[in-house]
């Protein structure tokens, strides 16, 4: 049986309680994992809170130190913890490895800001005094991690609290919480000290960590209706919070685009991880000129997409990560062609033996798809694009704006002045200009309007887990 990860001990919950972790390409349980609650989240809150001050202490040279060490042990198991990845969630054994290798490469990249914390001289009026600003961690942090993309999502909440000098009580998505547990027992075995992370287990441990006292600051990844559940359960307590949450990604592609460039890169931004991915394109807005050439091309690319279990060497996309989110998918979808939209690939979910107890689905493309179905207007998160024409770019601007989340964005064209347009137009934390929709380490991200607010990745995610202080010297 998992345990959770407690001041240096490996526990169940207090309430003796426990749940079962699903393989989805499978239908098989794959662990029995201990479901936890207010009064773990409690324990584990002022194993954080002991350890912290210790952790805080340390010579920043040494906290770079202990993490570069500790990641590279981790980045050593990285084989051994993809397919664990790929049991719990479905995602193809590839892409597992790419994700376990970026939990590692995460931590080394904190890890080499954790010494390099500036502040600031400021002269004041009166001259026999001055100022300094200083940053301090903020101490215990919370972080909250969605299910799709497990290892990612939690490094970029644990790297930057802990690089920082804050420590951390992470909760994993209930249905995703072993390759987690596997990185942090890895960073501890590398030399990471005990109660520097804590993992916790279990739906309940979710709201217990935004309302603990102790818990200063609440980073999350998930939906938006989650964010707005965990903004007003935080207010009481005036927490700092981070909302990484849902997207509605527009992508629009001009008549001057490189139409091979753009099929491979909006095939990949679509499908990507069986479709669930924040920042995939789930809007895709080509004009005229091009949109027959575009949709072949991206028929042609769906087409090699065989869905499968990610443990077998020739599936290209795995099974979506639960039955419910599938059929949120199939309503979606379904309701479009309610409406007057036509499928012109896929849909539907593949037949025989082999998909018979998993959560599978057939990648879709479709067209013709009205801006009232629930394809435009809600975050479509699985493998379904609706691929809608527009006459020029003013329309497609106006089309990709037309969303309640502002995530990210792209368009494809060769023309500067088109390109420049959209940079300063679309609503969203990121523009991709022809390229792929990678969050880089080097950028910040993260949402504005209903897609949250705080940043991840590059230094603004580092110094948000730090503190500004005002100091005055005076010089009697
Ligand atoms: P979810 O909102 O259901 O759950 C996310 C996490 O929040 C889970 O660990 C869950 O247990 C926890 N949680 C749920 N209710 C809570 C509450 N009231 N208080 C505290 N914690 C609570 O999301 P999901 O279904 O796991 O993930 C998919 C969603 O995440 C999609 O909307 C997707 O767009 C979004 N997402 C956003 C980003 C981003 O960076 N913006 C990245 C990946 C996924």
């Given at each position: 049986?998992?345990?959770?990860?407690?001041?240096?001990e490996?526990?169940g919950a207090?309430s003796?309680e426990?749940y079962?972790?699903?393989?989805?390409a499978?239908g098989?349980?794959i662990?029995?994992?201990?479901n936890g609650?207010p009064?773990d989240?409690?324990r584990?809150a002022r194993?954080?809170?002991?350890?912290?001050?210790?952790?805080a202490k340390?010579?920043?040279a040494e906290r770079?130190?202990?993490?570069h060490?500790a990641?590279d042990h981790?980045l050593?198991q990285?084989?051994?913890?993809?397919?664990?990845?790929?049991?719990?969630?479905?995602?193809?054994i590839?892409e597992?490895?790419?994700e376990?290798?970026?939990f590692?490469?995460?931590i080394?990249?904190?890890?080499?800001?954790a010494?390099?914390?500036?502040?600031?001289?400021v002269s004041l009026?009166?001259t026999?005094t001055?100022?300094?600003?200083?940053r301090?961690?903020?101490?215990?942090?919370g972080?909250?991690?969605?299910?799709?993309f497990p290892l990612?999502?939690?490094?970029?909440?644990?790297a930057?609290a802990?690089?920082?000098?804050?420590t951390v009580?992470?909760?994993p998505?209930s249905?995703?919480p072993?390759?987690?547990l596997?990185c942090?027992?890895?960073?501890?075995e590398?030399?990471?000290?005990?109660g520097v992370v804590?993992?916790?287990?279990g739906?309940?441990?979710?709201?217990?960590?935004v309302?603990?006292p102790?818990?200063?600051k609440?980073?999350?990844?998930?939906s938006?209706?989650?964010?707005?559940k965990?903004m007003?359960?935080?207010?009481p307590?005036l927490k700092?919070?981070?909302?990484?949450?849902?997207g509605?990604?527009p992508?629009i592609?001009l008549?001057?685009?490189d139409v091979?460039e753009a099929?491979k890169?909006?095939?990949?931004?679509?499908?990507f991880?069986c479709g669930q991915?924040c920042?995939?394109?789930?809007?895709l807005?080509v004009?005229?000129g091009?949109?027959?050439?575009?949709?072949?091309?991206?028929i042609?690319?769906?087409r090699?997409?065989k869905p499968g279990d990610?443990m077998n060497r020739d599936?290209?996309?795995?099974?979506?990560?639960?039955?419910?989110?599938?059929a949120?998918?199939e309503a979606q979808?379904?309701?479009?062609l309610?409406?007057?939209?036509?499928?012109?690939f896929?849909?539907?979910?593949p037949?025989?033996a082999?998909?018979?107890?998993?959560?599978f689905i057939?990648?879709a493309?479709?067209?013709d798809v009205?801006e009232?179905?629930?394809m435009?207007?809600?975050?479509?998160?699985?493998p379904a694009l609706?691929?809608?024409?527009?006459?020029?770019?003013?329309e497609?601007?106006v089309?990709?704006?037309?969303?309640?989340?502002?995530?990210g964005?792209?368009?494809w064209t060769s023309?500067?002045?088109?390109?420049?347009?959209?940079v300063q137009?679309?609503?969203?934390?990121y523009?991709?200009?022809?390229?792929?929709?990678?969050?880089?380490?080097e950028?910040?991200?993260?949402?504005t309007?209903e897609s949250?607010?705080g940043?991840?990745h590059?230094l603004e995610?580092?110094?948000q887990?730090?503190?500004?202080?005002s100091?005055?010297y005076g010089?009697?």
């Open positions: 049986m998992a345990t959770m990860i407690i001041e240096g490996r526990v207090s003796g426990t079962q972790v699903m393989n989805p499978t098989e349980v662990e029995q994992v201990p609650g009064d989240v409690d584990a194993a954080a809170a002991k350890a912290q001050q210790a952790w340390l010579a920043p770079a130190r202990i993490l060490k990641a981790m050593g990285a084989e051994e913890i993809a397919p664990v990845l790929t049991a719990e969630q479905g995602k193809t590839l597992s490895r790419i376990a290798r970026r590692g490469e995460n080394a990249w904190f890890a080499d800001l010494d390099k914390i500036h502040g600031e001289y009026p009166d026999t001055y100022g300094l600003v200083l301090k961690p903020i101490g215990v942090t972080a909250i991690v969605p299910w799709n990612t999502l939690a490094a970029n909440k644990v930057p802990i690089a920082a000098g804050n009580v992470l909760k998505s249905t995703t072993l390759a987690t596997r942090i027992e890895s960073l501890i590398g030399g990471l000290p005990e804590n993992v916790v287990l739906p309940g441990t979710g709201d217990a960590i309302t603990h102790l818990i200063r609440v980073a999350l990844t998930g938006t209706p989650t964010g707005k965990v007003a359960a935080a207010a307590y700092k919070v981070v909302l990484e949450l849902g509605s990604d992508c592609v008549d001057d685009a091979d099929a890169a909006i095939s990949v931004g679509r499908f991880n991915a920042l995939a394109i789930k809007r807005y004009q005229e091009v949109f027959d050439a575009l949709l072949d091309r991206l042609e690319r769906a090699k997409l990610g599936s290209r996309m795995g099974p979506m990560h639960t039955a419910g989110q599938r949120e998918v979808v379904q309701n479009a309610d409406r007057g939209a036509r499928l012109v896929g849909g539907g979910r037949q025989g082999e998909y018979d107890k998993g959560n057939n990648p493309i479709l067209v009205p009232d179905s629930r435009v207007t809600e975050e479509v998160f699985g609706p691929v809608m024409r527009i006459k020029d770019l003013d497609g601007l089309r990709a704006n037309a969303s309640p989340f502002g995530l964005s792209s368009i023309s500067m002045k088109a390109a420049h347009r959209a137009e679309l609503e969203a934390g523009t991709w200009v022809n390229a792929l929709q990678i969050a880089h380490d950028l910040p991200f993260g949402g309007k949250g607010f940043k991840e590059g995610a580092f110094y887990y730090t503190e500004q202080k100091v005055v010089l009697v």
